[in-house]
């Protein structure tokens, strides 16, 4: 048997299987109905032991996102099996791992779930997967119901060689998803409005959006895609919402920040709900483009939105949780909203920059500034600038003071990950979101499904096979000095994202400028204090700096929070992104701690999947039908 990284302990590797044998002849669509059958059977009976009689049997556990020094595997031996679970069966976000944990939540949650017309999704049709030679499953899509819910799913199913050499194939991995509510079908395609509208629809809209008569069920606080996602979705399962956005208009969360910012990840990935990008739509989109994009999208919608409005306080009534929220108009006039659920969606983590201190800040004479408060390269002609930072905003910023001919030197404060998007991206993401990838809809399924516990190994892998393609751009950088690391854990760029929210870079080009010292590069020593005209470093080395630029991420998300309800319910309030025990981010898309309140935060596919999540709890718990969740310990 081979020997294993820890990381790659979760993968289902061929050895642990037994080496089994997988015909040449394998028909995986037969394969997946006979093991779905099986499944509708002992699901719709709440068999346990019999479902768990056609997954992988398995104590293993990865412990991978544990603190550091009980965060090593149970074994490298072992086989792992996983069922994460979105709404369907548990009414929040849960990763099992391992047979006796995956027989508890069976246990608690299968019989009244009422699993029933289970069906292979055969739109997308079954299909033998190979991502690594010693790696092969059987994936699969499928759909199924519950008392209150229209629900799918997706398996992978592993060749398992029993002692007579016989192969059977059982699930090693499976996601189930609540779609929709049974009853509050979404009111899009058919069900749309058919009615015509003549010489009436203006006035309707601004009747609207000014909620004259009465208060909105849903107070959404922020008016980015992350709100645009939640408000839109809400809308279509007729429940009433209202986005308060601070700026004067929807996009200039993008349209006013550093001119040189471009988006870093792709157009197929990037979608909107219901209204994708157009099929000219750059790859990289320029902010400003999003931006006007943004707007648009809200119009096209008829969202309901109030911009230059800022929300000024929010309180909670300790008897029926309802929230009250004071909101500040354009006119400065002050409308207070009753309303049940109030939506966080202020940026991410919290929309408010990071910005160390240091000693001698205040006798500083020249500027400083946070990458949220910089603007363009040609503010700082002719002056000397530090960056301090080595992550996406300090490239794209250091590269744009470099093309306008400004001297520019990035100070690195720790190490970073970089991967090129030409080689990472295709790698990571491409089977999901490229120009020939499935609907966008099955490639957020196809991703969701991968629990972040299981992902760790694949990740772990590609991840190598990234840095040998960018071999060398990395020897480029390491021979100027510039410090790079392995991602989280070794594991590359997707967990930094999901765990750190920062620490690395997906290079676009900023780090030839690097190699080719066009932009200088300072970090053998640590930053002591300011003087007067520059940095004094913890060596005795001194830079002269005319304007720093602080590329130092962003603050806890509950800054904002605490600014809107105070500090006693912002105490209670759970912490906000990272990941748990389970690989689950903390804090978003469900329970935030405090009833009513939620938190959406993230690029804009998580936020295309996550958002309908949110919509469909506050959809349930408006209509009765709710569940209890299934929730892991604190």
Known sequence: ???????????????????????????????????LSSFARFAGQGDVEGLLGILVQSSFASNMFKPAG??????????????????????????????????????????????????????????????????????????????????????????????????????????????DLKGFPEQIGPLRNHEPNHGKWEAER??????????????????????????????????????????????????????????????????????????????????KKLANWLEYYAEAMELNIWTSSTVMNATQDETTKDWSVTVKKPDGKERVFKVKHIVMATGFRGGQGYMP?????????????????????????????????????????????????????????????????????PMLLGAFYSEHGPPTDIADKLNASFPNLFTAGISYRSSKLIAEADKELLDGLHKRGFRTNEGYKGCGLLLSVWEKAGGYYMDVGGSQYIIDGKIKLKNDSQIKEFTETGLKFEDGSELAADVVVFCTGLSDPRYTLRKIVGDELAEKAKTVWG????????????????????????????????????????????????????????
């Open 1 to 35: 048997m081979q020997t294993l990284n820890p990381a790659e302990a979760p993968l289902p590797t061929l050895s642990k299987l037994g080496d089994p044998t997988i015909p040449e002849d394998l028909d995986a669509t037969q394969v997946a109905s006979d093991w």
């Open 70 to 179: 009980s965060d090593q595997p149970s074994s490298l031996d072992e086989l792992s099996v996983y069922w994460r679970d979105v709404l369907a069966l548990t009414w929040d976000f849960r990763t099992f791992e391992g047979t006796s944990k995956i027989k508890d939540f069976l246990s608690a949650r299968l019989g009244g779930a009422k699993v029933s017309n289970v069906q292979l999704q055969k739109s997308i049709a079954p299909q033998l997967q190979k991502p690594f030679p010693d790696l092969a499953w059987i994936q699969f899509l499928f759909t199924f119901e519950t008392s209150v819910g229209l629900c799918s799913g997706v398996a992978r199913l592993v060749p398992v060689a029993g002692q007579d050499k016989q192969t059977t194939w059982k699930a090693h991995s499976l996601f189930t998803t609540l779609d």
């Open 206 to 287: 601004a009747k609207e959006v000014s909620f004259e008569n009465g208060d909105p069920t849903v107070l959404i606080v922020g008016g980015g895609h992350s709100g645009l996602d939640v408000a839109v979705h809400l809308k279509t399962l007729g429940v009433s919402n209202l986005v308060i956005e601070r700026n004067p208009r929807i996009g200039d969360n993008w349209r006013t920040r550093y001119e040189a910012l471009c988006l870093h990840d792709t157009v197929w990935y990037d979608h909107m709900p219901y209204l994708p990008f157009p099929p000219s739509w750059p790859v990289y989109a320029p902010a």
């Open 357 to 425: 201190t240091y000693p001698g800040m205040n006798v500083f004479k020249g500027q400083i500034l946070h990458s949220l408060q910089h603007k363009r390269a040609t503010d700082h002609a002719g002056k000397k600038v530090v960056v301090i930072g080595s992550c996406t905003s300090a490239h794209d910023i250091c590269v744009d003071y470099v093309d306008h001919g400004v001297d520019v030197t990035m100070f690195q404060r720790s190490s970073t990950y970089v991967m090129t998007t030409k080689n990472g991206i």
């Open 579 to 634: 990941l748990n025990e389970e690989g689950e981010l903390k804090g978003c898309f469900g329970d935030s701690g405090l009833p009513g309140m939620w938190n959406v935060m993230g690029n804009l596919a998580l936020c295309r999947f996550y958002s309908k999540s949110i919509a469909l709890q506050i959809k349930a718990i408006q209509e009765g039908i709710f569940g209890e969740r299934y929730s892991a310990a604190d």
